[in-house]
């Protein structure tokens, strides 16, 4: 908003004083483009595995469900679908949250614990892909802090880690205070360019679309540690190379 005041004195010797106030509008339209851009992406992303159920049951319904190998077959791409609308509901649902209406309370995290339960839940994955995990962090660090924002912050950063590392990959990761509380997760995996980086955290954003969805992932886990590392008072940043790996750095109050 630009304030303007101008004041002059006329031929006539009066005193004039003019005031002006312009609004600038660019900010509210970035708003704006994004709210739309979000809600179009929406309505595409749900409707992809809904027209496919939709798609399946017709198809079994017509006939194809006598014979047990084809039913068996569609009944596991429908649980895919179905899935995959869990999971986008779910992501939905975390990024509409929003820190002035939800106030969580605090509680302690014992970090290093909290870190192997959650590579747990990838325990097959881990062993498929052969992966070498590190926990750096201290043992006994713990961290006061709303455990329903920070929860999803660290899964998700696992959680890329794991999936963007190729066979025999290392993941390193850290935690602890300094001028922070600091988390931090280094893969050994195929990274991003630095044009990508600038886009990484915008919500449905991949590098790329076709693996991506392959793979399972929707677009919105980094948004949502962006998101909430800002409602926790922190950021998030990320340093990366492309074919060498990423890391992904968390800080966060030291409260
Ligand atoms: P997704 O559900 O697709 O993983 P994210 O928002 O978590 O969505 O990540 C957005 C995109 O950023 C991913 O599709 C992927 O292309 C890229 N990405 C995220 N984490 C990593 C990583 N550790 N290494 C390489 N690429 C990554």
Avoid: C, W
Wanted: charged fraction near 25%; proline fraction near 2%; glycine fraction near 8%.
């Amino acid at each position: 908003i630009l304030d303007m005041s101008l004041r002059f004195i006329e031929e006539d010797g009066n005193d004039y004083q003019v005031l002006g106030i312009a609004y600038d509008l660019t900010r509210v339209r970035q708003l704006e483009k994004i709210q739309k851009d979000f809600v179009s992406n929406v309505s595409h992303e749900l409707k992809t595995p809904v027209t496919s159920l939709l798609g399946f049951t017709e198809t079994l319904l017509d006939g194809a469900k006598d014979d047990p190998e084809t039913l068996t077959q569609f009944l596991e791409i429908m649980q895919k679908d179905a899935l995959r609308l869990q999971q986008l509901i779910q992501e939905i649902l975390q990024l509409s949250r929003d820190g002035r209406t939800i106030s969580y309370d605090d509680q302690d995290v014992t970090v290093h614990p909290f870190i192997t339960e959650i590579l747990r839940s990838y325990r097959k994955v881990i062993t498929e892909k052969n992966l070498s995990i590190e926990i750096l962090g201290d043992e006994t660090i713990t961290y006061t802090t709303k455990y329903e924002l920070f929860y999803p912050i660290v899964k998700n950063l696992i959680e890329n880690a794991i999936q963007y590392s190729q066979s025999n990959g290392t993941i390193t990761i850290d935690f602890g205070f300094a001028e922070t509380f600091y988390f931090v997760v280094k893969d050994s995996g195929i990274g991003i360019s630095l044009k990508d980086q600038e886009r990484i955290f915008e919500r449905f954003y991949r590098v790329d679309k076709a693996r991506s969805r392959h793979s399972g992932g929707t677009g919105l886990g980094l948004s949502i540690v962006h998101n909430y590392s800002e409602l926790l008072g922190g950021t998030v940043t990320i340093d990366s190379h492309l074919g060498l790996g990423s890391t992904f750095i968390v800080k966060l109050p030291k409260n």
